[in-house]
């Protein structure tokens, strides 16, 4: 790909105009893609040009900017997250009938819990999450679950870096979190009371792969000062669930 007078590839600024969509910004105009992303104001409008011709982006009758199905359908062909999200949705269908919390799933993703659903009733609490959504890795119960079973380079990385404070009770310091994953290890599961919020404890236990790699972490988002052991109960018979039909025989 050629380069811009910046040093960018073509590849690199379509990425940056597509970076500009978040999970709770999902309309915008070109003008707002263009500061958001950086880029001069006519390179941002050729590229969200070329985007919407070839259907990667879409306008509304607004004329605002939006993805496209066409992307959607691209991202979907083939991907392990999504057949990941079909084999577990009945399992998670079952623990959020039974508990009546927020159930999710979530994967490994540059360094992120990144959720790839949340089922959730009427009565409901409280939970941050959302569906494409991510939080750092150290501070939810998933997070939690795939950094205590990532690999050794990875923990290193990020127990030397900056943890960042989500609230008043999240993990900041490195050697409490050392043994905080210690813990998940030795219990086979994540409890993280008032990590993300205060009113919130998270729930979370790991799903494995046919070679007993963990791949996911299965959550519920129960009210603070609720009982754990129902939701793990319901979680882990889940887990189970879902490692069968992803091939695992352990």
Known sequence: MANSDSGDSVTDRIVRVLETFTPTRTVQTAAEIGRRS??????????????????????????????GLRLWELATRSSHALRLRQLAMPAMER?????????????????EA???????????????????GRLPIHASSSGLVLLAYGDRDFQERILSGKLSRVA????????????KLAEVRHLGHAVAPGFIESIATGVAVPVRDETGAVIAALSVVLPRDAPVDPALV???????????????RG
């Not at 623990?95 to 360094?111: G, M, N, P, W, Y």
């Not at 319901?234 to 695992?248: H, N, Q, T």
């Open 38 to 67: 950086g880029l001069p104001t006519s390179t941002a409008h050729r590229i969200v040009g070329d985007l919407i011709e070839a259907g990667l982006l879409e306008r509304d009758d607004d004329r605002r900017v939006r993805i």
């Open 95 to 111: 623990v959020q009938s039974r508990v009546r919390e927020h159930t999710q799933l979530a994967i490994l993703e540059q360094d």
């Open 114 to 132: 990144l959720f790839l659903e949340r089922l959730s009733g009427p009565g409901s609490g409280s939970n941050v999450t959302r569906i494409a």
């Open 168 to 179: 008043p009770e999240t993990i900041t310091d490195a050697a409490i979190l050392r043994r």
């Open 234 to 248: 319901e979680l882990r018979g889940a887990a189970r669930e879902i490692e069968r039909a992803l091939g695992f």
